[in-house]
């Protein structure tokens, strides 16, 4: 599965990348990301939960940052540590400047088939509903 969503802001690159570059943020903005833990220096514990109905799914990932280009890109992926062989899940935010700000571009590859239905009926619901959280997040300025 792969899902892409992209929003304009009006701001910087420089203000928007903090949001997608540190996964610690995504909870403030984003609602089926529960909470982030850091494991250290690049990789943390991601509590995944959605809602649908009366069906409920979680989900604990370790991703790692495998790529890291300060103010325009970075790609999270998964990296469990347990020497199983895991689902993979690729998270990657491309930020561009443009005239009126900037333009966020987010893709999400998962290689699953457990959660499938769910996360995309979800991801739908999820995204519009996010974009509407990190424009106003964008809006405010830099802590």
Same mark, same amino acid.
């Given at each position: 599965?792969?899902?892409?969503?992209?929003?304009?802001?009006?701001?910087?690159?420089?203000?928007?990348?903090?949001?997608?570059?540190?996964?610690?943020?995504?909870?403030?903005?984003?609602?089926?990301?529960?909470?982030?833990?850091?494991?250290?220096?690049?990789?943390?514990?991601?509590? +995944?939960?959605?809602?649908?109905?009366?069906?409920?799914?979680?989900?604990?990932?370790?991703?790692?940052?495998?790529?890291?280009?300060?103010?325009?890109?970075?790609?999270?992926?998964?990296?469990?540590?347990?020497?199983?062989?895991?689902?993979?899940?690729?998270?990657?935010?491309?930020?561009?400047?443009?005239?009126?700000?900037?333009?966020?571009?987010?893709?999400?590859?998962?290689?699953?088939?457990?959660?499938?239905?769910?996360?995309?009926?979800?991801?739908?619901?999820?995204?519009?509903?996010?974009?509407?959280?990190?424009?106003?997040?964008?809006? +405010?300025?830099?802590?």
């Amino acid at each position: 599965m792969h899902v892409t969503a992209a929003l304009d802001a009006p701001c910087s690159p420089t203000h928007a990348f903090p949001w997608v570059e540190d996964l610690t943020r995504y909870p403030q903005w984003l609602s089926i990301i529960t909470r982030v833990q850091p494991v250290d220096g690049d990789a943390w514990l991601v509590d +995944l939960r959605g809602h649908l109905g009366p069906l409920a799914r979680s989900k604990r990932l370790r991703m790692v940052r495998s790529r890291h280009e300060l103010d325009r890109a970075v790609t999270f992926e998964r990296d469990e540590q347990d020497g199983r062989k895991h689902s993979p899940w690729v998270l990657r935010a491309e930020v561009s400047p443009t005239d009126a700000g900037c333009h966020v571009v987010m893709h999400l590859d998962y290689g699953g088939g457990m959660w499938g239905p769910l996360i995309e009926r979800l991801l739908d619901l999820e995204i519009a509903e996010g974009r509407r959280r990190l424009l106003e997040l964008l809006s +405010l300025p830099m802590p």
